[in-house]
């Protein structure tokens, strides 16, 4: 296979399941020209240092992942959206290489497609921290302690909305709180939730 990065070869080496269909999906991905590098300890496929496509496996499923899928047109209606939260990234999920040799031409379209977005220049246009509803337990301690309100300012927007959807998620006022608690400190020196 042309264009395969050694340092990446690990990935595929150690994955006891999914063995199969990640070498099928490293063989399209690199078919259409992409530059393969290990990026969060999975291979990231990049055009021009931009990242466009990652392969990824879990329990249930593997899978490739648009880094900008959401800029994509689907015409096929394969891409999936991992969460209510995530934002850029769409996923395509395969359960067998059956799957995958199927939806090669597809799949080699969209790599295309998200070339054709970098090379455009496109961005994703993100939803600012602000449109997040904050937990009413934690604007409270905002209110309380100014420190605490300047330091989360001063965290990044990506580590501000994992707080916020942190706080957020449970439905036990009680349970808000004492996350708010256990991490107040940890905002106040400037990191973010898994820092």
Known sequence: MNGMNPKV??????????????VTLRKIILDCGLTEELKWGVP???????????IHGFKEYCAILFVKGVLLQDTKG?????????????????????????L??????YVFEAIEVEKAGLEVSYKKVAEYNVPEEFQQKLDEIPALKSAFEALTPGRQRAYLFYFSAPKQSKTRESRIDKYTEQILNGKGLDD
């Open 44 to 54: 990231c496929y990049t055009f021009q240092k931009s990242n466009i496509v990652l």
């Open 78 to 102: 394969i891409l999936i959206q991992q969460t209510e939260n995530v934002q850029a990234g769409r996923q395509v999920r395969f359960t067998n290489v059956r799957e995958i040799i199927e």
């Open 104 to 109: 090669e031409p597809t799949l080699k379209a």
């Open 9 to 22: 070869d690990f990935f595929f080496n150690k994955a006891e399941k999914w063995q199969e269909e990640f």
